[in-house]
C-alpha cells in the first residue's frame, strides 16, 4: 500500500505488480522515474489482510488520501486505489464527463 504520485488517494499493488513498477521507473532513468522511486516507493508499507480481507491504512497515508471515514475504491489494472468519496467526486464525477461521446463504449 502507498499513495499515488498524482493523485490524492492511496494505491494498493499485488507485490509482484509494485516491483514490477518500481523496476520499470528504474530502469527508465527518468526524473519521472526517479520520483516515483522516492515518492510512491519512500511511502510504501508491506500490509497483510486480516482475517475479514481487510487491511490496516497507515496515518500517513490516511492523511494523504484524507480518508477519515467511508471509502469508495476502484480497480485500475494492477492496482487498486483507495479513495475519499468527495474527492473522488471532485476528481471525476460526472460533470467531468459530460460534454465526451463515451457511446461507442457503452
Known sequence: VSRHI?????VVYR?????????QAERSGTKEGKAL??????TARTMVLDKAG???VP??????AGLS???????????LEVWDPERWH?????AKFEA?????WM
Open 37 to 42: 522511486i522516492r515518492v510512491v516507493g519512500g
Open 90 to 94: 471532485a476528481h471525476y464525477g460526472i
Open 100 to 104: 465526451m461521446d463515451f457511446s461507442d
Open 69 to 79: 471515514g467511508p471509502t469508495f475504491v476502484t480497480g485500475q489494472d494492477q492496482h
Open 59 to 64: 496515518g500517513l497515508l490516511r492523511d494523504h
Open 54 to 56: 481487510r487491511i490496516s
Open 15 to 23: 507485490p509482484d505488480a509494485f516491483d514490477a513498477l518500481l523496476d
Open 6 to 10: 498524482n493523485l490524492p488517494c492511496v
